[in-house]
């Protein structure tokens, strides 16, 4: 490791800097949107079983010893504990996340990830900063010391990360996580405020603003490697200045050995396909999240005010409330208007390759994780977070609202444009992948014929 590390158990980020890829939570349950959360999900009592818990578990057991290394720490030990692969590396140089002193575009910070967590790590940085998804809490959010120890401990952290983001318009109101685009100056802090999360439906040529991006992605414009050659407060008006920005040499980059020094990383990349999939994995975790905090909140109210009845049922109301938050999930899983590729894409690390390689794949050997990278990010276009311990974990009432919507658009029952997107062919192929991949849904499909 460079610089001095110390042991940090609090922090605070100035409130004038905003997140650009802070994986944090951004609303404290009994602050946000649904209320009284904590009676319901149990967000702060309850013992979290997400895999950084497990992982805690496993070391306190003995079963996992995490080697310390004096370049990155306990990087490489957690990275491999925890399945993350070093092809999902993405470099941020906007000074905007928790460790902000330590950031910039001569050190970025290093964001890795897999299906179910997140890494952050930057030179120098006291601390690694962790976030995993629990399937009933959603975002559960850890900090580790960068010092060697006998017993590595994961610190949960809650107002440290909470007090700076409650963010319904980012998350929903719940804890979430966040891809942000926003241009910064030549010392990586920010000169526009970041627009809204970065989702499937953002356009490539408002995405990676303060990322460094490796790769190729034709002629199609990006904020990727992309600052202003003076300070913030020289710009004047941001918008104005970006415009007569020249957009040309920040695009397919494959080397970023010019523009700082990449040999302290782990990876020399910052995969361009590795940050398409990020946007598009942390949008639906938080729509799962969502449905299962709305459904529990909706059935909480229902005993509260006694609307069931006798029979048990959910009252209309409850309904409602539940099939608005399922019918998001619904279009989101669809990646309803996704915004198209108009050049193709190509990442210059493994990511790819490692991606695909996971699976489950159906008779004929195709995956909801094949990836297009010409007119779309994937080939079959239905997130694999469907296999997912969060998706599996949500209410009954959820799964089956869900399920049931999938047999009818991909059955083309529903011929709703906002999945104009699903033609002929990929409904047919993404219901064939689903049942004989997930055999939830292949109970229902059988279940409907049946009738």
């Known amino acids: 490791m460079t610089g001095r590390s110390r042991r940090v158990r609090t922090f605070a980020l100035p409130p004038a800097l905003l997140v650009l890829l802070l994986l944090v939570p951004v609303a404290v349950l009994a602050m946000g949107q649904f209320g009284s959360d904590e009676d319901v999900i149990g967000y702060n009592t309850a013992t979290p079983t997400d895999p950084v818990a497990q992982l805690q578990q496993q070391i306190d057991s003995g079963q996992v010893h995490l080697a310390f290394d004096p370049a990155h720490g306990y990087l490489p030990a957690v990275l491999k504990a925890l399945h993350v692969p070093i092809s999902s590396q993405g470099l941020v140089f906007s000074r905007t996340s928790l460790q902000v002193d330590h950031i910039a575009p001569w050190t970025p910070r290093a964001v890795y990830f897999n299906d179910d967590v997140y890494v952050g790590w930057v030179q120098g940085g006291p601390i690694m900063e962790v976030a995993s998804v629990d399937p009933k809490l959603g975002g559960v959010f850890y900090t580790l010391d960068q010092q060697p120890t006998a017993h590595p401990k994961f610190q949960r952290q809650f107002s440290t990360c909470l007090q700076c983001h409650d963010s319904s318009s980012s998350t929903g109101g719940v804890p979430g996580f966040i891809m942000r685009s926003v241009f910064a100056d030549k010392m990586g802090y920010p ?250 849904f292949a109970a229902v499909m059988t279940t409907a014929v049946a009738r």
Not at 342 to 355: H, L, V
Not at 413 to 433: C, G
Request: aromatic letters at 8%; hydrophobic letters at 35%; zero cysteines.
């Open 191 to 440: 000169i526009s405020s970041p627009v809204a999360a970065t989702t499937p439906q953002t356009p490539i040529a408002e995405r990676w603003g303060g990322w460094y991006v490796t790769g190729t992605t034709g002629d199609q414009p990006h904020l990727g490697n992309l600052m202003a050659p003076v300070s913030a407060h020289d710009v004047g008006d941001p918008a104005a200045y970006l415009a007569k920005m020249r957009i040309g040499p920040n695009l397919n980059v494959t080397d970023l050995s010019s523009r700082f020094d990449t040999s302290p990383y782990l990876s020399p990349y910052s995969d361009a396909v590795a940050l398409m999939v990020l946007a598009d994995q942390t949008y639906v975790h938080n729509l799962i999240t969502i449905a299962g905090y709305e459904t529990r909140k909706a059935i909480y109210d229902d005993q509260l005010t006694s609307m069931a009845g006798d029979s048990g049922g959910l009252s209309e109301g409850a309904m409602v409330r539940i099939r608005g938050a399922a019918e998001r999930l619904v279009r989101g899983l669809l990646y309803s208007r996704e915004a198209p590729l108009t050049s193709p894409i190509t990442g210059d690390s493994t990511f790819t390759q490692d991606f695909q390689r996971l699976g489950p794949r159906d008779h004929l050997g195709r995956s909801l994780r094949d990836l297009d990278l010409k007119t779309r990010l994937f080939k079959y276009p239905l997130s694999y977070l469907i296999y997912s311990p969060a998706f599996d974990a949500l209410p009954p009432v959820v799964r089956s609202y869900v399920y049931t919507r999938l047999r009818q658009v991909l059955t083309g029952q529903d011929q709703d444009p906002a999945f104009a997107n699903l033609s002929a062919a990929d409904r047919t192929a993404i219901l064939q992948i689903l049942q004989d991949t997930k055999p939830a």
